[in-house]
Each structure stands twice: as C-alpha cells, then as structure tokens.
C-alpha cells in the first residue's frame, strides 16, 4: 500500500505567495525560523506498507530548516531546475524519516529523500537538479515479494558544514561528505568524502585536496 499526505504541492499551491507558503510550512513544522521560498516546493510524506494502517499518524518534527534558508523552486535559475522535492518516508509503519538542513542553505530543485535520516549542515550550496537519498528504493533481491521492503537497504546520509554540491550531483545511501568539500557537477557519490576534499566522477572520487586557512 502507498499513501502520501502532501504538505505543498506546486500544482496545487502554486499561487501562495512567500508569506503563505511558510504559514503552510509552518503548520507542520513549526515556524520558529522563517524560509525563503522561491515558488513552491514538494513537501510529501509517504507510508509504504503491505497493509494499510486503522490510523494514519503524521508526526510534525520530520523536516527542520534552520534560520537563512532559501529554497528555489521556480525556473529562474541559469540552468535547468524543477521544484525542490522534500520527501519523508515511513516503512511498515517503522517511522518516518527525517530531514535536517542547517543555516544558510541554498537548494535549486534538490530533491531529498529520508527513509531514515538525512542531515545537512550550515551554508551547504545544492547546485540545481541534487539528489540526496538514504534508501535505494526497491530491494534488489526478491522484487515484488511479500518481504520485498524489509531488505530495503536504508543508511542515513549526512553533509557537513560549508559544502558545495555542483550541477545534477547523486548522493547515494550511507554517505557522509565531510566539511568544506567540494563535489563536482554530475558525481555519483557511492562512498565517504573527507573533510576539504575536491572529487568527482562516477563513482565519486577525491581528487585533490584544499587548503584550509583557518587551521
């Protein structure tokens, strides 16, 4: 069974102004911080089950955007760009995954996905069209089987401090990108990058590394 509740939805709210995207945003989760929004994005959370729960429970600290955060969702940008896509999803009723962006953030269509938990830290760039998720999405064993969601594979992701994610850049489940590390426009990152690290490719690799002034 697959069932969404859709926080925002740009067909739907497509008219809000600013102000009345962050009142809808806020209802959920809270409005201790203010976010700049640039048209509507995607808020979705998702239960997926093999049966349908009697009482369908939306928890309202599943998504937290911190102070100075603005998210793009508009066609203004240089080069191609869709709505930001934040989703949260709840397997058989285990809980649903959580998503944190720290201070300062910029997404340009970014679309995260949280099986679990996906954590991002302050001033991070997300170059237009990033995907970050902590689920692979279909089991590759056993598809269509009545346990095919219990081998998921599920690893939360986590994106340090000052970091910019170039151009249509993948992050896949279980990766960490450490502090001030650069990752280059169209990367497929499958494994950690260390703290001030330039890298790209596919898969991911480092391939130099910075000079931090503040050591």
């Known amino acids: 069974m697959y069932t969404s509740k859709r926080i925002l939805c740009p067909t739907k709210n497509l008219a809000l102004s600013n102000t009345q995207l962050m009142e809808e945003y806020a209802k959920y989760f809270g409005e201790d911080t203010w976010v700049s929004f640039s048209e509507c994005p995607s808020i979705t959370l998702t239960w997926l089950g093999n049966d349908e729960p009697s009482t369908l429970q939306y928890p309202t600290s ?10 793009e969702s508009s066609l203004l940008p240089a080069f191609p760009s869709g709505p930001t896509k934040l989703t949260c999803v709840n397997v058989n009723n285990i809980g649903f995954g959580s998503i944190t962006i720290g201070k300062d953030c910029v997404l ?3 679309c995260i996905c ?3 938990s996906v954590c991002i830290g302050d001033r ?3 170059g237009p069209n990033v995907v970050v998720m ?3 999405g279909h089991a590759v064993d056993h598809r269509g089987s009545a346990d095919e969601l219990s081998n998921l594979k599920i690893e939360s992701v986590k994106i340090g401090n000052d970091v910019w994610l ?8 279980g990766v960490t990108i450490g502090d001030r590390s650069v990752i280059g426009a169209g990367s497929v990152v499958t494994k950690d990058i260390p703290n001030d690290s330039v890298a790209a490719g596919n ?10 002034n503040n050591k």
């Open 203 to 212: 898969p991911c690799v480092v391939k130099r590394h910075i000079k931090n």
């Open 62 to 71: 599943l998504i937290s955007i911190d102070s100075g955060c603005y998210i």
């Open 114 to 116: 949280a099986y679990q």
């Open 134 to 136: 902590d689920c692979s």
């Open 108 to 110: 340009q269509g970014t």
């Open 166 to 173: 170039g151009y249509g850049v993948i992050i896949l489940p």
């Open 124 to 126: 991070v760039i997300f």
